[in-house]
């Protein structure tokens, strides 16, 4: 059961018959919502003072018809109006009672109904660009996805998933530069995934080297002298003795000033990275020796997209290689995609693509480059560069029209990092235009893993080994919770739990911050065994486990206690009241696909368990009628805590 849907609906027929209503009554119902304090009851419908404003009457008065007309006799004590006009709403017991004996017998589902009108949604998520190694970001990608994608089919939606991964790109004019120049034979039969990397490493360096020497460092010099040129102006600035008049253009100098320094740091990470390859003993003469290897790069690039043999060849044999990297990371993650199109699936699709935008008349020629001009950009969205290549903008132009043909899909979610923004709102004003009205394209953007300093976090030294490197550690960590518990016996048992609090701590990080705030990854703070953690989490639901064993029952025989529950006690009504809300954190999850929504259910899950624990003896309750209703309810919170953490992909522990 869903509550909160079920009042909404209830309130939808009596807002209906209200006198002179003809407003907008979806936005009515969002003002049902559950009451922050107890004390107002379970829920709360603030929906009359903006009805009174609307239809020129007291907002008590609007209250009193509405619940006149509202029919919640089957669910409600009778509702109360207070103050100004506020509607309070408390469950009865029964209802309650009623709703979790749904979830008892539901053991799957929980009692959390199928949608009525599923919808097709296609999940664009994890999507890394193949051949150099995966990064922090690519995981949150995948791990918000992966949840998105299984709430959505949890609720009876169709869900597509899509790995939409980059293996047409520079990336591999990368490798196969690298491979005609560099190659070391033996290593690349021994290690491939190790190799290339090793390539691609090292070209990305000497690349980066010469673009910084011949363009970033100028380019940057260049602002330097400008912004200090600002900084001096501004500095000398006679005050005004007009106080408001001073203090702002301080504070003009003072961001004028942090820009100037912004960017003294940008040259001296610069001048860095350029002294690195300078005083490498090996990668100094290799620079020297390729001054034109950005320009080559491209150059191989080309030839691969235009179809020269060596080149695709190299590309068929490498890109296996480079996918296995890829699988090691998705298995120990546990993910999986129903299919995995990547840039190179498209390629030959793209020139369709320009075509078309171009006889619709929305792409037009600008400097020999083909360019949708669209309103409300500065920049045109370019999907044809003057050389003839084509770019990541036509490719997701070709796969939103193959995805169209192919599922007809209602929604297409994006799961990819903010700095992307501009592309994807780019991208779906131009398919919009190209006739995709009707889908919902959304760009499920998230913000950056920051490391303890701030800065966007690198896994240590960027090797092919990084995100591997990262999952290990955070077992490795996991491993001293596992090895501090008396319960684990064997160093099977250690090793799977630590695997699980490991990954799974992980997991909860990326998916328990707001998706759209960047949040700092830290060790520490993601494997505490108390807060919001997914270590907490596993604990709680190890805890209720164990409750069985010492009761002496199976989890199938506390369910069958529903049958006749008690909710005498404030603690068992509260949890009873947080165990039912699992529908509508779910609906809450799909509303703005964002996972931490379930993420907070759980935890506040788990608090009113714990309250309920601390007040409420389970084993030693006063009567075995009452003992089988409580440990009914640990039941339903066990299996609860269990199906939630998996929807969000974490795997649950039997003790630890
Ligand atoms: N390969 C891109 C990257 O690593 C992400 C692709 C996202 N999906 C898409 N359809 N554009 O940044």
């Not at 506020?86 to 749904?102: E, H, M, P, V, Y």
């Not at 309103?375 to 003057?386: D, H, L, M, N």
């Not at 490795?476 to 990954?503: F, H, K, P």
């Not at 309250?611 to 009628?625: G, L």
Request: hydrophobic letters at 40%.
């Amino acid at each position: 059961m869903n509550l909160l849907a079920e009042l909404r609906a209830r309130f939808a027929t009596s807002l209906a018959s209200l006198e002179g209503f003809d407003g907008n009554v979806q936005a009515a119902l969002e003002l049902i919502r559950p009451s922050t304090d107890a004390k107002f009851g379970d829920y709360q419908a603030n929906c009359a003072m903006p009805l009174g404003k609307q239809l020129g009457k007291p907002p008590r008065e609007i209250a009193s018809a509405i619940v006149d007309k509202l029919d919640v006799a089957d669910l409600c004590d009778p509702p109360e109006i207070a103050g100004p006009g506020f509607i309070n709403l408390r469950i009865k017991d029964d209802a309650i009672i009623r709703g979790l004996q749904t979830a008892a017998a539901d053991t799957e589902h929980l009692g959390v109904p199928q949608v009525s009108d599923p919808r097709t949604v296609v999940v664009d998520y994890s999507s890394p660009n193949v051949a150099k190694p995966m990064h922090v970001g690519h995981i949150r990608s995948t791990v918000i996805g992966a949840a998105l994608a299984t709430v959505l089919r949890f609720l009876g939606h169709r869900v597509i998933t899509d790995n939409h991964i980059g293996d047409w790109g520079t990336q591999f004019g990368m490798i196969i530069y690298g491979y005609k120049h560099f190659a070391d034979e033996a290593a690349l039969a021994k290690s491939p995934v190790a190799e290339l990397s090793r390539l691609y490493r090292l070209v990305n360096s000497l690349v980066e080297y010469h673009a910084a020497k011949t363009t970033g460092l100028p380019t940057i010099e260049q602002k330097i002298n400008q912004q200090e040129a600002t900084v001096s102006k501004l500095a000398s600035v006679e005050p005004t003795g007009d106080k408001k008049i001073d203090k702002q253009a301080a504070k003009k100098l003072r961001a004028a000033e942090t820009t100037l320094s912004d960017l003294q740091n940008e040259k001296s990470s610069l001048k860095k990275k350029i002294a690195a390859v300078d005083d490498d003993a090996e990668l100094a003469p290799l620079a020297a020796a390729h001054p034109d290897i950005g320009k080559a790069v491209l150059d191989e690039t080309a030839k691969l997209h235009s179809g020269d043999k060596t080149n695709l060849e190299l590309w068929e044999r490498f890109l296996p290689a480079c996918l296995e990297a890829n699988q090691q990371v998705y298995e120990r993650l546990g993910v999986a995609f129903d299919h995995t199109l990547g840039e190179s699936f498209y390629h030959d699709r793209l020139a369709g693509v320009v075509d078309d935008l171009e006889k619709r008349g929305l792409a037009t020629e600008s400097d020999g480059a083909m360019c949708v001009f669209l309103e409300g950009f500065a920049a045109p969205f370019i999907v044809r560069k003057q050389d003839g290549a084509f770019l990541y903008s036509t490719t997701d132009l070709a796969t939103i029209a193959f995805r169209f043909e192919e599922w007809q899909p209602d929604a297409i979610l994006y799961v990819v990092d903010h700095r992307q923004s501009l592309h994807f709102e780019q991208l779906f004003a131009t398919a919009k235009l190209a006739g995709c009205e009707e889908i919902e394209l959304r760009h499920v953007n998230f913000g950056t893993v920051l490391g303890e300093d701030g800065k966007p976090y690198k896994t240590r030294s960027g090797t092919a080994v990084g995100l591997m490197g990262l999952l290990d550690e955070a077992v490795d960590r996991a491993r001293q919770i596992a090895g501090d518990s008396r319960v684990l016996t064997s160093d099977d048992e250690r090793q799977q739990v630590a695997e699980r609090i490991g990954i799974g701590a992980i997991k909860y990080a990326d998916l328990a911050h707001n998706r759209t705030s960047d949040y700092v990854f830290s060790y520490d703070k993601m494997l505490a065994m108390n807060g919001n953690t997914a270590a907490y989490m596993q604990y709680s639901y190890a805890r209720v486990r164990g409750i069985f064993g010492k009761a002496g029952v199976s989890e199938a025989q506390a369910l069958s206690g529903a049958g006749d529950l008690n909710l005498g006690s404030a603690e068992e009504r509260a949890l009873g009241i947080a165990l039912l809300r699992f529908a509508e954190a779910l609906d809450k999850v799909v509303e703005d696909y964002r996972p931490n929504h379930l993420t907070a259910y759980l935890f506040d899950l788990a608090s009113a368990y714990a309250t309920f624990f601390q007040n409420c003896p389970v084993i030693k309750a006063e009567t075995p009628e009452l003992r089988m209703s409580r440990l009914a309810l640990c039941a339903l919170t066990a299996r609860t805590l269990e199906v939630g953490l998996a929807l969000l992909g974490i795997e649950c522990v039997e003790r630890m």
